[in-house]
């Protein structure tokens, strides 16, 4: 029998801190991509001009705009899996017990160190979350439950790169980001990313994306590792892989 996990509070907060009344709609609702650069001595962080947004929904398909439109609730219409890809199927118990073990089973990922991604960047990977929960007529998505977001948090601690391997095109990567990103509900467009939490978790992941992909020798690791900043609406210059080549990452 494994043990209930309870939580009095959520894990990640899902609202505006305390010191804070009426949140602008600018403010919440869009967030910036970055550009690294170094004018001198010093690396600093440069915010672009161009707003983007990046919107989820329930069917973890998504919609990111990189410029402002008159109706931003218009949503792309709904990409399919892609054919393929690995299905990890978890549920209740799976959840409640921060088991990893469907994942390694579907994906045959038992040990994160012995992982070869020019076997999954095709395939790609997605999830199927069978949760039910205890009150039918809760209001709240998947993301906003502290147990599923807790199992995903233990799943990126484990497989920190598994972002660059999602099926990205069938919202895959935003509703990862979802479980992991602090964020606030939104009638029309979904799920709305707190912008400067989205924006540590993007730069978290491109130093180890790009650092993975590199070191298994995946051809165009920047290309990628851009790719996979720019479905969340990040734009990386190449003086951060510059810095990134000359202090890397120990990925034994």
Same mark, same amino acid.
């Given at each position: 029998?494994g043990t209930s996990i309870k939580f009095n509070k959520p894990l990640l907060p899902l ?11 600018? *403010?919440?609702? *869009? ?8 004018? *001198? ?42 054919? !393929? ?91 990862y980001a979802a479980m992991l990103v602090p964020h606030q509900m939104n009638m029309k467009m979904g799920v ?18 790009? *650092? ?24 990386? !210059? ?15």
């Open positions: 029998m609202s505006p801190l305390p010191t804070q009344t009426t949140p602008s709609p600018i *403010s919440c609702l *869009s967030c910036k991509p970055i550009s690294f650069f170094r004018p *001198s001595s010093s690396a600093v962080y440069h915010r672009g001009n161009v707003a983007v947004s990046v919107a989820f929904n329930p069917q973890g398909n998504f919609d990111m705009s990189l410029f402002d439109e008159d109706d931003q609730s218009k949503a792309a219409p709904p990409m399919p899996p892609a054919d !393929g890809r690995i299905e990890v199927v978890i549920d209740n118990n799976v959840i409640s017990r921060l088991d990893l073990s469907p994942f390694q089973a579907a994906t045959g990922m038992k040990s994160p160190l012995s992982v070869k991604p020019k076997q999954f960047l095709d395939r790609t990977i997605g999830f199927t979350i069978n949760y039910a929960k205890e009150d039918p007529r809760d209001p709240r998505e998947l993301s906003e439950f502290p147990d599923i977001r807790l199992w995903f948090v233990r799943l990126d601690a484990t497989y920190p790169w598994l972002p660059v391997l999602l099926d990205w095109r069938a919202g895959e990567l935003a509703r709305v990313f707190n912008p400067e939490a989205l924006e540590l978790f993007v730069m978290k992941k491109v130093f180890i994306v790009y *650092s993975w992909l590199k070191h298994h020798n995946i051809p165009k690791p920047k290309l990628k590792t851009n790719d996979m900043a720019r479905m969340l609406g990040f734009g990386i !210059g190449d003086e951060l892989y510059d810095l990134i080549e000359n202090h890397p990452l120990d990925l034994s």
